[in-house]
């Protein structure tokens, strides 16, 4: 066994967080569109959760934003002259566009990338293969920036392999982590994968019917290619269908209805089609990757907690992790402690015989949330060795002087209000480079943004 923990790598929420409406199927963004929102409490809150992650002995890192508006992508939708004028004659001529090309929604890295540990990869490198978020236009001009940004982190290519993103259109959508669950006795062992798709983008396929309301964006292909990328065997990979009638409650990525940690793998009865035949699976594949030892399945019945009140308090998009004393914590949204309910059901899951959870933690993440963004969507868990983590710039990592410094930062770049007709200002581009120009040389990671070659 390798001596190897989880990093949390957690999005820093950008200068141009807003509220535009542009997640259809999910239902917070959806009904938050054209609100004023706050970028500096977001990001404060950001590094907030962070901290408390750290303080729990969980090691924390931070991934920064992309630059935004994104000046190439509005060039490369036809407009030209001067960046005020590129920002002006989007505004007037195409909103949404400039709306979807201003967003900060690469601050949920669970979307960044899928992640394999070397434990699990026949080569010994850790992989990850960014995420196409070919589903949302808003989303799918990030994996270029993910990619750069990965590479500066994970530089040594003796131990880590950044993939191309899978090749997307025809529905061949890819969420990463979002969508993806590793199970382990231990995260430095060899882990059991299961990958969450919601529909097949080249057969009509499953017996289930698709949903009606809302597209899936997850594609089985897009699924079975990045365990393919990584060389992950068919004995360490089980794939589940997520259920349409969670899709069309509002679940657009897995991460909203399940969460798993080491052998703890918590759902709501409903997350997939075929919940049981799925956890049979899970606990076949557990079993014989290692002998003798059992998967901890917490299933959440619909009486207790509804697909509704799941969405609304994002339950299941807490983190569950792995304490320095070796206990779980569950680090759940504040809105679950606000509904009796969920908090009831919390209250019995921590005294239910042989369960592994120690505590609960709530956080205020109501920037985020309100864009359909919890604990789990800030987050990208990568597990390294020790030897794996001294090679990564040590400046990312989230030390109490850094956390300080960051928070500093936030207060001094940052907005504390942030309207559509914001979009097309000028001097938010202005200050939001000025911004990431220095968060650059405070996390040791040298120009990885085109305005800065
Ligand atoms: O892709 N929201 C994001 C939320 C992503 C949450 N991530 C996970 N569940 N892992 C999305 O829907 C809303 C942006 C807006 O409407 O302004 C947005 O992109």
């Not at 509005?74 to 566009?97: H, K, N, Q």
């Not at 601050?107 to 196409?132: I, K, L, Q």
Request: charged share 20%; aromatic share 6%.
């Amino acid at each position: 066994m390798s001596p190897a923990a989880e990093v949390n790598f957690d999005g820093l929420v950008g200068p141009t967080h807003n509220y535009a409406g542009l997640s259809a199927g999910n239902l917070a963004s959806m009904s938050h569109r054209g609100t004023r929102s706050n970028p500096r409490a977001a990001a404060l809150q950001g590094l907030a959760k962070m901290k408390r992650l750290a303080d729990l002995g969980v090691p924390q890192a931070v991934l920064p934003p992309h630059e935004r508006p994104a000046l190439a992508t509005l060039r490369a939708l036809g407009f030209t002259g001067r960046e005020p004028d590129v920002l002006r004659a989007a505004a007037r001529t195409a909103p949404a566009l400039l709306a979807a090309c201003a967003s900060a929604s690469n601050m949920w890295v669970a979307n960044a990338a899928t992640v394999s540990p070397s434990a699990d990869t026949p080569d010994g490198r850790v992989h990850f293969t960014p995420a196409n978020l070919a589903s949302k236009f808003h989303r799918a001009i990030e994996p270029a920036q993910t990619a750069r940004t990965l590479r500066a982190i994970f530089r040594d290519a003796t131990r880590f392999v950044v993939h191309e993103p899978v090749p997307a259109g025809g529905g061949c959508g890819d969420e990463g982590a979002a969508n993806h669950t590793r199970l382990t006795p231990r995260h430095g062992a060899r882990g059991l994968h299961l990958f969450v798709y919601g529909h097949r983008a080249f057969s009509a396929g499953g017996a289930a019917a698709r949903p009606t309301r809302f597209a899936s964006r997850q594609a089985f292909e897009a699924s079975a290619a990045v365990a393919r990328a990584h060389g992950l065997s068919p004995q360490q990979v089980v794939y589940a269908r997520q259920h349409p009638a969670a899709i069309d409650a509002g679940v657009f990525h897995n991460d909203v209805i399940a969460v798993g940690n080491e052998q703890v793998l918590l759902y709501h009865e409903n997350a997939f089609v075929d919940s049981r035949g799925v956890i049979a699976a899970l606990r076949r594949t557990y079993g014989s990757l290692h002998p003798g030892r059992t998967l901890t399945a917490l299933p959440v019945p619909a009486r207790r907690v509804s697909l509704r009140q799941a969405v609304r308090t994002y339950l299941f998009n807490s983190q569950l992790v792995t304490t320095e004393t070796g206990g779980m914590v569950l680090v759940a949204p504040a809105d679950c402690e606000e509904e009796r309910t969920v908090k009831a059901f919390l209250d019995d899951l921590l005294t239910a015989p042989g369960c592994p959870l120690r505590a609960v933690q709530f956080v205020d993440l109501r920037e985020s949330m309100r864009n359909g963004g919890g604990p789990a969507c800030l987050r990208l868990r990568v597990v390294l060795t020790a030897a794996e983590r001294n090679t990564l710039p040590p400046g990312v990592f989230l030390t109490p002087s850094r956390y300080d410094a960051l928070v500093a930062w936030v207060k001094r770049h940052y907005r504390d209000r942030l309207e559509f007709s914001d979009l097309a200002d000028p001097a938010l581009l202005e200050e939001s480079r000025r911004a990431l120009d220095q968060l650059t040389t405070l996390l040791g990671l040298g120009p990885i943004y085109d305005f800065q070659r």
